[in-house]
């Protein structure tokens, strides 16, 4: 499974819009990148999950360049409820037997 | 979405005993489940990847014997501590692989809201 690397902490102001970026640079081709959003005492959420280029949904946006050894999470106009720990994490997504496994994640600070 | 449960969803034991908890995938069936824990300000850790049938497969350093895991059906797997002691409380969490969705191509996999045990 692809390491990944995240920056440990960010703080943002309301209203803005935030990008947490993540490095992965031994991506493999049948590698998924997926994104997941945690609250204190909660199971992970998922917020994202792209293979390449472009992805949009409701709530966040997702790039990732040619060569997808990197990707970032946009979400935009952040309030405070979007305090939280997002983590990056990237699989084998054509293996159902293929566990995820959670690097340290980015913890996100939105302030009022 | 598909929707995985846990129960309970906290529990207080005194030390020696054991403790069990279900993890369930309501709307699907997953042959594979896999158990996390979580300790304060830390990330989540697989402990064991959790097969239909079959034995669970345990990552380094988690004792067997002592984490047992039971995945009798397809949608339902359990967790035992066995013999809980003080250092074993913790937050532990389930997740399920759903099938291949229909939005992204890849795996999605969801997961439970966590049960936290405290072991006096």
């Known amino acids: 499974l692809a390491k990944t690397t995240q920056p440990i902490s960010m703080d943002s102001y309301e209203g803005q819009e935030v990008n947490i970026t993540c490095s992965h640079n031994?991506?493999?081709?049948?590698?998924?990148i997926t994104w997941y959003q945690q609250f204190p005492s909660q199971g992970p959420r998922f917020i994202i999950q792209?293979?390449?280029t472009k992805v949009t949904n409701e709530v966040a946006s997702l790039f990732i360049p040619a060569d997808r050894k990197s990707s970032t999470l946009s979400l935009p106009r952040v309030s405070l409820s979007d305090t939280a720990v997002y983590y990056c994490?990237?699989?084998?997504?054509?293996?159902?037997?293929?566990?995820?496994?959670f690097g340290k994640g980015t913890r996100l600070s939105v302030i009022a | 979405g598909a929707v995985v449960s846990q129960h309970p969803s906290w529990v207080i034991c005194k030390s020696g005993t054991s403790v069990k908890i279900e993890c369930r995938s309501l709307?699907?069936?997953?042959?594979?489940m896999f158990w996390y824990r979580q300790f304060p300000k830390q990330s989540l850790m697989l402990m064991a990847t959790s097969n239909e049938g079959s034995k669970a497969t345990y990552e380094q350093g988690v004792e067997k014997d002592k984490f047992l895991i039971n995945h009798a059906s397809l949608t339902l797997s359990t967790l035992t501590v066995t013999s809980a002691h003080p250092e074993d409380s913790s937050f532990y969490i389930c997740s399920a692989r759903g099938g291949i969705s229909g939005r992204t191509g890849g795996y999605e996999q969801y997961f439970g809201p966590g049960t936290r045990l405290t072991v006096t």
């Open positions: 031994n991506i493999a081709t049948n590698d998924y």
């Open positions: 792209g293979y390449k």
């Open positions: 709307d699907f069936q997953a042959t594979t």
């Open positions: 994490l990237v699989g084998d997504e054509d293996s159902g037997n293929t566990p995820l496994v």
